[in-house]
Structures are given as structure tokens and as C-alpha cells.
């Protein structure tokens, strides 16, 4: 990080990091952009899931992906944190386990950009009751 020389400098970082969390909180339209929730109960904390969000953050911003990325609590998962749940425009979502930043890395180049499934993906343990 630069240093802060002036008040205008303080002003452009705050302004970037507003427009990351706008980016990463709300959306015109969210179902038309790829969703990241990130499991960030204790456990998923824990285990390193602040790492992962700010990584998935920096990176999609980095390659000009349109992403909302956003913080949710414990997702039942708690013995493969931190997890992150995926939906792509149209598509169901999918649940990976035990992601670190490579991990998540991975998914960002194989699942999507490339539309490729990527090992980690958990089992629904859940159904919908009507």
C-alpha cells in the first residue's frame, strides 16, 4: 500500500474500497452476475475464511469479473470450512469445502471462467420442503 500523503490520497482509498464493497454487497440485477457466498461463522473464521474473501475479492476485481461476493454464517458444513457456495447465472449452486486461496484460485480459473467442475464440491445435505 502507498503511503498517505495528503488528504486527497486518503480520500481515492476510501473511495476504492467503497466501490469494492458496493461491488461486493448490492447489484442492479444479482441473479444475471456470479454469486460467492462465504461461510463466515466461527468455525469458518476460524479456518481461514477471511482470508479467502478478501483473496476472492482482490481476484475477481483483478481479472474484471462481475462478481457479488458476500459474508453468511454457518452454511452446515463446518467439517470442511471454510466454504464458499457458487452461483452462476442460470445454473443451480454449487458448495465447495475446505477452500484456501489456491483453492479458490482454482475455482475462479476452472468453474467460472471455464464452466469445468473442480474437486471439493460437497454434497447437498438439504432439500427443499414444499
Do not use: H
Request: aromatic share 6%.
Amino acid at each position: 500500500m502507498n503511503k498517505i500523503k495528503n488528504l486527497s490520497d486518503l480520500r481515492k482509498i476510501k473511495d476504492d474500497l467503497q466501490n469494492k464493497i458496493k461491488l461486493r454487497e448490492t447489484s442492479d440485477s444479482p441473479e444475471s452476475v456470479v454469486q460467492i457466498k462465504v461461510g463466515m461463522a466461527t468455525s469458518g473464521i476460524a479456518s481461514g475464511a477471511k482470508e479467502v474473501m478478501s483473496f476472492l475479492i482482490d481476484e475477481l476485481d483483478k481479472r474484471k469479473i462481475d462478481a457479488v461476493v458476500t459474508q453468511v454464517g454457518d452454511m452446515g458444513y463446518c467439517y470442511a470450512e471454510p466454504t464458499i457456495e457458487v452461483t452462476k447465472p442460470g445454473q443451480e449452486p454449487l458448495v465447495f469445502g475446505y477452500v484456501n486461496t489456491e483453492k479458490a484460485k482454482e475455482i475462479i480459473e476452472k468453474y467460472i471462467i471455464n464452466g469445468e467442475l473442480v474437486e471439493g464440491i460437497l454434497p447437498a445435505n438439504y432439500q427443499s420442503i414444499d
